[in-house]
């Protein structure tokens, strides 16, 4: 198909595939002349990938680029693909880790992991997201919130069960790439949007009389 | 305290201070002459709120006012103060909803509520949120994953009735309040960190031969 028809048909303005081409998220076309290009459904496929990673999962263009070299190099161990997704869903650091009392969470973030006996690396950079959490909710007061972390960290491991299942249960080696990536984003973004319905579904019960 | 002291005790810088000042994030301090304002605790406790809501709920300026306002509206109903707070932290929403596979999915998003016998505000923002992750993964053939809804939703009604339960079991107000924007960011990211650690863990496990 032609760039025009490959904006159609994936919803992505004109402008914004060339951008794509420019930065080379978005390999090019098959050329067929003097500026004319044939695509393909990789492209509309990888321009979808794209658009995920980036509005649903709030990705960076940097961040983008990071999983998709990823998931292009056939020589990475899937468990491998799993952190650099990770990595770049983490984004950039906050100013202010290494102080004290943020080094102090980072070793309570670690403790939490050891004590459930999780295999993680040591340079895991959900760790310092959880050493971010720790030491904001500490420096506001709100520890008594770190009374959850037991409960979280139960569900987390029994639906992580059924979560790297489904992925492995996929037959080939592509679309279990594909599903690494988006589980990782896309089953965030679905699991934070269920709490806050629970959340809202429970707050309902507890604050108001029965109508 | 003097501005340079309400700075340092903070760990925020003196632009950032000024700057919050200006946008009325922060209240202005008690006049001591021209150029001088004395600040106290509640104007630190206030800019750590701010920090945290920026720093680890990724909150634009515009969502931190928002919540602020709520926090600080002592009519407004606890249950209604939840509702703010998801809202700021919503963001932006997608361009492209409202399109048939969108409205498609926010179909299925107020079914899967609906089946579990969840009572929530029908333009609850997290509704719209769960429509745009089912699109995406729809979009992207990854739809398989929503086999993890049903697991995702038992896990966050169960959590919630001890997330809630943590929040009213404050005594005062004012520390409910903070406990619900906190829970609810901070406690997102909690959880998030846990399950990427989580699935690292159960991943080595499941492909990687022990060592």
Redesign the interface.
């Known amino acids: 198909m032609k760039i025009s028809e490959l904006s159609r048909h994936s919803?992505v303005s004109l402008p914004t595939v060339k951008y794509y081409l420019r930065e080379g998220l978005l390999p090019a076309g098959r050329s067929t002349g003097r500026n004319q290009a044939e695509y393909d459904v990789t492209h509309l496929?990888r321009l979808?990938?794209i658009?995920?990673l980036i509005?649903?999962g709030?990705l960076s263009v940097a961040g983008v680029r990071q999983v998709l070299l990823a998931v292009d190099d056939g020589e990475l161990?899937?468990?491998h693909l799993?952190?650099t997704a990770?990595e770049a869903i983490a984004g950039v650091p906050?100013a202010?880790r290494g102080?004290p009392a943020w080094q102090a969470a980072r070793e309570e973030?670690a403790r939490?992991?050891a004590d459930r006996g999780?295999?993680?690396?040591e340079h895991?950079?959900?760790?310092d997201?959880?050493a971010?959490?720790?030491a904001?909710?500490r420096?506001?007061?709100?520890q008594?919130?770190?009374?959850?972390?037991d409960?979280?960290?139960e569900?987390?491991?029994?639906?992580?069960?059924?979560?790297?299942?489904?992925v492995?249960a996929?037959g080939d080696r592509a679309s279990m790439v594909?599903?690494l990536v988006?589980?990782?984003v896309?089953?965030?973004?679905?699991?934070?949007?269920?709490?806050?319905?629970?959340?809202?579904?429970?707050?309902?019960?507890?604050?108001?009389p029965p109508g």
Do not use: C, K
């Open positions: 919803g496929r979808r990938l658009r995920a509005d649903v709030n161990p899937g468990h799993l952190g990770h906050r202010d102080g973030a939490i992991v999780w295999r993680v690396h895991a950079p959900a760790l997201q959880l971010d959490a720790i904001a909710l420096e506001l007061g709100q008594d919130m770190l009374a959850m972390v409960g979280y960290a569900a987390t491991e029994r639906l992580a069960v059924q979560e790297v299942g489904l492995l996929r594909e599903g988006t589980g990782t896309l089953g965030e973004a679905v699991l934070t949007a269920l709490r806050r319905l629970a959340q809202e579904h429970t707050s309902a019960g507890l604050t108001e």
